[in-house]
């Protein structure tokens, strides 16, 4: 069957079709039912005069309604003995082509497009109300004959319903404003949570013609963050310039060294806070910039080391007195002389007079001068020499003992170099017992921080501290889909006393400081904690360490102190 109209004008006049039943049964009812898909018909419908005969109607749909084009479909006259109609007659069911051309103007294409795709909602594991959360899209250039719109949500996970509003705009547009019922943040708990919900728009009611582009799967997050004063508490300090910090658990109190050139109060000096308040109770002023400490695990000798001087500074603790000072002498550079600075420095387990320091370079990273032991201010005699001519500065951890110190160690030419190297110490001084080289791997390493048995690295990957195997990895949430991750580590803390793992972290997106807690040995995710716009001191490196019994502290932002079973 074969008609045509042109848009403006009215649609072609309906066509009826006879229908004759052959050997129709005497007795019974017989039932009928019409199908059709597409847009060029409006309406098909059957009229019985009786038991074998009838008229099959079909009326078109207007022209301007479809605009100009060619439009073909396939009406279905099936005739059966029973409702459900499974039992046909014969030659059912019955096919009639429907060829429409239309002529004049044609229908400009629907378009949609979602404003700021994903949805997304933040919240507190405090919070135990039900929530919602919007998404709003436009449809453009919507037919006279108007649209279909379907919504599919997976089953079961965080969306309980969805529901959706529509409006035109001045323009004609329509928008679309779906909103999502959440469960409770308080009862999925802390962390990061993905779903997602499938819209198709269509012509036609069964969604046999959908708009070009359809259907879209649109994803929501829910981002549910541990709640302070409850699952934790925090303190901090705005002093400007601490560089870095360290914990003694004899006093309980918290030090930090800082750089010079920054207000007035703590400028190159070593201070001591009060981890439970944030209060800075004393400091010792060295009039130098220092950029690194470390305590003694006895908690009777602190050091700080001096950004830009060949020096490590020792005061006595907890009263803050100079002690010695410990030279790292120099080097012979193309230009003269230049000095040794700590770029790290980790006092031994169990001996306070011995002191590891990653020697570094004060006009850049990339110049490492080794490791060397120190015996108070004594250098011991066999020194760890650069891995390469451009080195990084070395990062370096203790074992549980004094006998075993870690180091991860990057040179990136002359030659290209990376491994983790187990090292010897003794009265002699240090030597390499057992190197993993990791030229070429897509591990970057970075800090490493030894804890009952295992390394981690700022890189997230876990190795066991003995044979170098990788025995996990921390994955980053996702917390939305931006590509790549905009999640990157700024530091890894292990706390293997309360089972997890503290990784500090920032949001290139958000530009916020988010603090991620990982179960051990699990590795699995069970805390995020928003610190708010991260606003960070690009002359501060930024270390995390424990503290008391449930406690982690940093110096980002100022010195942030935090406590509790999360």
Same mark, same amino acid.
């Not at 728009?201 to 359809?214: E, F, I, L, T």
């Not at 601490?242 to 070593?270: E, F, I, N, R, W």
């Not at 790290?344 to 001068?369: D, E, K, R, W």
């Not at 981690?456 to 939305?480: M, T």
């Given at each position: ?69 060619? /439009? ?13 109609? &499974? ?19 044609? #229908? ?41 719109? $379907? ?6 996970? $965080? ?26 943040? +308080? ?54 310039? #601490? ?139 066999? +020194? ?8 990084? &500065? ?40 057992? +190197? ?50 905009? $999640? ?30 990982? +179960? ?15 606003? /960070? ?30």
């Amino acid at each position: 069957m074969s008609v045509s109209g042109q848009t403006g004008n009215a649609a072609p006049a309906s066509v009826n079709i006879p229908i004759t039943i052959a050997n129709a049964p005497s007795a019974g009812t017989l039932y009928s039912t019409v199908t059709y898909g597409g847009d060029s018909v409006a309406v098909g419908a059957v009229n019985w005069q009786s038991k074998s005969s009838g008229a099959l109607t079909i009326a078109f749909a207007l022209p301007s309604q479809l605009g100009a084009g060619s /439009f073909s479909e396939t009406i279905s006259l099936n005739v059966c003995t029973d409702s459900a109609c &499974a039992h046909p007659i014969a030659g059912a069911p019955a096919s009639i082509s429907v060829s429409y051309t239309v002529t004049g103007s044609a #229908l400009p294409p629907v378009s949609f497009d979602f404003l700021n795709p994903p949805a997304s909602f933040a919240a507190t594991t405090s919070e135990t109300s039900p929530e919602s959360t919007n998404l709003t899209f436009y449809i453009r250039n919507v037919p006279p004959a108007g649209l279909y719109l $379907f919504l599919t949500q997976p089953r079961g996970g $965080f969306i309980t319903g969805v529901s959706d509003t529509v409006e035109r705009d001045s323009a004609g547009d329509i928008i679309v404003t779906l909103t999502f019922a959440l469960v409770s943040p +308080a009862s999925l708990g802390s962390g990061y949570f993905n779903s997602s919900v499938s819209v198709d728009v269509c012509y036609d009611q069964a969604c046999n013609r959908p708009v070009a582009g359809s259907p879209v799967t649109v994803p929501i997050y829910y981002e549910v963050n541990l709640t302070q004063s409850i699952e934790y508490t925090l303190v901090s300090s705005a002093m400007g310039g #601490l560089s870095d910090v360290a914990y003694d658990s004899a006093s309980q109190k918290l030090y930090a060294t800082s750089l010079a050139g920054y207000p007035p109060g703590a400028s190159g000096a070593v201070v001591q806070f009060d981890p439970a308040t944030g209060t800075a109770l004393n400091q010792a002023t060295i009039n130098d910039s220092l950029a690194t400490i470390a305590v003694s695990e006895d908690g009777t000798l602190l050091y700080a080391g001096s950004q830009t001087n060949p020096t490590v500074y020792r005061l006595t603790l907890p009263n803050l007195q100079t002690d010695i000072s410990i030279p790292l002498g120099s080097i012979s550079t193309p230009g003269g002389s230049d000095p040794n600075v700590a770029g790290q420095m980790a006092v031994a387990p169990g001996q306070a007079h011995t002191l590891a320091v990653a020697l570094a370079h004060p006009t850049g990273p990339n110049f490492s001068q080794g490791i060397a032991l120190f015996d108070d201010a004594t250098e011991l005699t066999q +020194a760890l020499t650069p891995l390469g001519r451009y080195a990084s &500065a070395d990062f370096i951890t203790w074992s549980a003992t004094a006998s075993t110190l870690y180091a991860s160690r990057f040179s990136y030419q002359a030659p290209q170099d990376q491994e983790i190297d187990i090292l010897q110490a003794n009265s002699s001084g240090l030597s390499v017992q057992t +190197a993993f080289n990791l030229t070429g791997s897509s591990d970057t390493v970075g800090a490493i921080v030894y804890d009952s048995g295992n390394l981690y690295e700022s890189s997230g990957v876990v190795r066991d501290a003995a044979s170098g195997a990788v025995v996990g990895q921390i994955a980053l949430p996702d917390p939305g889909n931006v590509s790549p991750n905009p $999640f990157f580590i700024l530091c890894v803390t292990p706390d293997s006393t309360n089972e997890r793992v503290f990784v500090l972290t920032r949001n290139r997106q958000t530009s916020r400081l988010v603090l991620l807690v990982y +179960a051990l040995p699990s590795l699995a995710l069970r805390g995020t904690i928003d610190l708010g716009y991260d606003s /960070f001191d690009v002359n501060v490196t930024t270390r995390m360490i424990l503290w008391g019994s449930q406690g982690v502290a940093f110096n980002r932002n100022g010195l942030q102190i935090l406590s509790g079973t999360f």
